[in-house]
């Protein structure tokens, strides 16, 4: 059974951080290219950074230099650091395993930057 269970949301002021998790089982992780999406209330979701199976990372414009996506292939998790949060990064975000055709992804973690 596929599962990717996101963890690590929460409230945090302006300027803070915070670290999501994604731990997952039942594929193989080391495979897939793994992605961080993003969901604001009344909006489209969006991409925020993605890795692949070798490591090449890449990151949306408005997060560049702020987020870090990483993975460890030995504990089937990957990770998003969030620095320098802004009010504007306040979302539901989901984590996304691809490969090829097949794609999973996690029910989520919210993320709220306000004072």
């Known amino acids: 059974q596929v599962q990717l269970v996101e963890s690590g949301g929460g409230l945090v002021q302006p300027g803070g951080s915070l670290r999501l998790s994604c731990v997952t089982s039942?594929?193989?992780?080391?495979?897939?290219?793994m992605k961080w999406h993003r969901q604001a209330p009344g909006k489209e979701r969006e991409l925020v950074a993605s890795?692949?199976?070798?490591?090449?990372?890449n990151y949306a414009d408005s997060v560049k230099g702020r987020f870090t996506i990483s993975r460890d292939n030995a504990k089937n998790t990957v990770y998003l650091q969030m620095n320098s949060l802004k009010p504007e990064d306040t979302a539901a975000y989901y984590c996304?395993?691809?490969?090829?055709?097949?794609?999973?992804w996690g029910q989520g973690t919210q993320v709220t930057v306000s004072l």
């Open positions: 039942g594929f193989t992780f080391s495979s897939y290219q």
């Open positions: 890795i692949s199976s070798a490591g090449t990372t």
């Open positions: 996304n395993a691809v490969f090829w055709t097949v794609k999973y």
